[in-house]
């Protein structure tokens, strides 16, 4: 497939200065800039009291903002952009702001600050690798990319057409912040929901089905994926976002236990950043690839056909795979 992206010069001095960009929005996310032009808060000297900063630096900040194609500037006011405001405003439905929390986190960027190395190697240069038990990064992964997942796990459940799955049990393996499976429970009430993960990442998981009223649906099993006694006889395991932490010998080994843990006929629900065979695009998929390098021993960003191969070794004969537009990710949907 053919590059789109930009090329030349422009392109160079964007990627020099994108660190720049980062912490710009993350910035105007922190002072809740956004929200306050929400709330009608349209003038420097407005957004400053509402932000309680200073007007000189509201101004370039906004302008900037502005600039990047974050906000809109007319006549000296400020307004959100019609593409991107209502998941950058904290009081929207579809508020996504709080990813740039963990997405420039000090241990995703130390990954990065030491690319070099981890090229070299082929695997992660960090000390304390985001693989390690009970690693505080996961909780700040579960607070952080709640808003994300709950996009992306309404756009799993119309796939699974949710509200009209019969009665039956569902594992959601690292659950993270639980949006996964919680979601499947807030659309249909014959559903049963069984969250793994470690144990200060559960106490997540368990806030966010309090809080979407499918506590006496939700239980936790504490522990490791890989390790843990998953039960048996789920009508659906999710498996999101999980596989690409891993090699491929780990990743057929989970499947494994995954295959293990369905009643016949059950689905294995697995969502992922996917390139295309030739790994050329989709940007974001290629690009999660280095993410991986960076942050783990052995992680990758695995296409369909590598995926569909792990998954037919661990015993899955039928996967079908579902682009989930408009999110970037992918889901292949497994029977037993």
Known sequence: MEN?????????????????????????????VF??????KRTVPAIAARTRASERGIRMLCDTMAAF?????????????ANTGAFLDRSSPVYI???????????????????????RKGGTAIEHNALEPDHPLWVDFARAMGGLARIT????????????????????????????????????????????????????????????????????????????????????????????????????ALFRKVHAALKPGGRAITLEFMPDDDRSAPVEAVAFSLTMLAMTPGGDAYTFAELEKMLRNAG?????????????????????
Request: overall charge negative.
């Open 35 to 40: 929200t306050a032009i929400g709330e009608g």
């Open 97 to 119: 702001g709080s990813a740039i929390r963990f997405i420039d986190s000090d241990s995703v960027v130390e990954g990065f600050a030491k690319l070099t190395d981890a090229v």
């Open 69 to 81: 194609g974050f906000l809109a500037k007319r006549d000296g006011e400020y307004a959100l952009d």
């Open 153 to 252: 796990s309404e756009l799993i459940a119309t796939l699974l057409n949710a509200s009209a799955l019969p009665k039956g049990k569902v594992l959601d393996i690292a659950a993270g912040h639980g949006w996964f499976g919680v979601t499947l429970a807030k659309h249909n009430p014959n559903l049963e929901i069984v969250a793994l993960d470690w144990a200060n990442v559960l106490e997540v998981a368990t806030e966010t089905a309090r809080e979407a009223g499918v506590a006496d649906r939700h239980r936790t099993i504490e522990g490791d994926a890989l390790t843990a006694d998953l039960g048996r006889d789920y009508d659906l395991v999710l498996v999101t976002n999980l596989v690409h932490h891993f090699d491929v010998p780990t990743s057929e």
């Open 4 to 32: 789109t992206q930009p090329s030349g010069l422009p392109a160079l001095f964007a990627t020099f200065t994108a660190y720049q960009r980062t912490a710009a929005l993350k910035a105007a996310v922190e002072l809740d």
């Open 316 to 336: 899955f004969t039928k996967n079908e795979i579902h682009r989930l537009r408009p999110s970037v990710q992918s889901v292949i949907v497994s029977t037993k």
